[in-house]
Structures are given as C-alpha cells and as structure tokens.
C-alpha cells in the first residue's frame, strides 16, 4: 500500500456462517494505515482467521455464500457483514445461526461423536459427522435424546444392545423398574436341595412344590430367558422367557436359584412387564 501512496485500507471480512462477531463488526470500516494493530483492527483477528484488507474504493460486487443453498452468491459491493445479516430472510438467518453454532461447537462435537462411536458402535449413530451434527442441531429432538439417553446406558452396561435400553426406558415411563436390561448370560446356577429349607416358604424348593414347577422348567426359563433383569447391584439376576421367570441370587461361592415361577401364576405387573420385552425381542 505505502508503495502506491495508499494511507488507507478497508477491512475486509467474508459473508458466510464462519465469520465471527469479531471480525463481523470490523467488516467495511477504513483505518489509516499507520494505526493498523494486527489482532486490533487488521488481520490477523484471531487463529485460522480469513479476513484481508482492500483498497478504500466502491466496489460494484462482492461474494457471499447463502446461508440456505450454501452457494456463492453476488451482492451489493457497499454491504458490509452487519447489513449483510439483516438483508437476509428470517429463513437464511435461521439457517445462519444454526451453522454459527455448529462451527463453535465443532471441536467438541467431533470429541463428542468419537465418543458415541467407540461406546455404541458405529453402527448405532450416525454414519458421518455432519449427519451427527444435524441430528443434534435440525434434527428430530427425540431421536436425539434416544441417543443420548443409550450412550449413557451403554457407557454403564457394555454388554446392553438398543433393544435393552429401550426395554429399560419404557418400563421406566410406566413406573415399572426391574433392573437394569441385559442380555442373559450364561453364568451356572444350582438348585438347592436342603431338606430342612424346603419348608421355608422363601426356598426355590418350597415355591417349586407350591407352583408345581419342575427343576426342568426353572432352568428352562432361565435357558430360554428373551432378556435378563441385573438387580440389587447385580447380585440378583430375574431372567424372562416366555413360559416363565426365574431368579437366582449369589452366594458367597456360587449363584443359585431363588425363585421361579410359570407363566400361568404371572401377575398384572410381570404381564406388563413381558408384553414390552416381547414387542421389542423377536
């Protein structure tokens, strides 16, 4: 500029979603050059900032990028970035303020996507980032907090499938909790047989005698078990099959059945609770 006898210049900022209010509100003002102060009133503004300077003159044009189509388009040459923003349509602003505010959050969006692919699986969230970023910004609320709400399921039972939290969350929505949602395992369980316990009415063998269940049936239903309900800090495991329900608890040295009982003795809440797992495992 000095060369040319220029003792001014314009500063010149970009009109697209990625400039900041910074840079913005310094787009189209003219300093002199000997007060130009990089990071005050000439670029650099910032880190990966984009602005430049330009000669105080009219320009008949200039670029800008629709905020709706994301193409360049041509504007007015005197717009500056402020009048820019409010020539646009309440549509274009939207769509401004959306892209604003995932350009701010990217970092931290990326961080956060990584983390719900290495929990959930890619398989379970959105196949790109931009598609992550949409559905947290434009999308479907619920939808979104249906993914949040898994990742945090997930993060706390690894082994836990979708089809498990959602078990989880709609029995939660009914006010029914039976645990935390599992697959069932394969962990080995025994029945005792202790003569003196079998007239305790809490002993696996006084209920099986009292239902009429076999020692078949109650490993049957923990065999064939739809999912399993982790409870009591996992040292209770109620597992659902269709035909019945059995429970085991832990003992110091092994895991033993509790409880059993067929589908015929269900009362209204474990029936309740068997028509949500069954509309969800196939």
Known sequence: YEDLGITEYKYLATLDDRTCETCGALDGKVFKLSEAR??????????????TTTMNKPYIKRSARDPLSGKSVYVDGDLDYTTWKESLSPEQREALDLAKRKDSRKSADKLQYKQYQDVLGRKNVPSSFDKFQELKYNGDRAEYEEL??????????????????????????EGIDNGKVLPPDNVSAYILKDEVSRRDPYHIMYRMKERQITDDEVRRYKNDALVMFSQWHGTRKAYYSRDGVSVITQNPEQWVFRTSWKKEDFDERTERIMEVVSKNVK
């Open 38 to 51: 990089e990071g005050v009133n000439y670029p650099s503004m910032h880190p990966r900032c984009r602005c």
């Open 148 to 173: 949040k709400g898994f990742y945090r399921y997930k993060k706390s039972e690894p082994t836990a499938e979708f089809t498990h939290y959602k078990i989880y969350r709609d029995l939660k929505n």
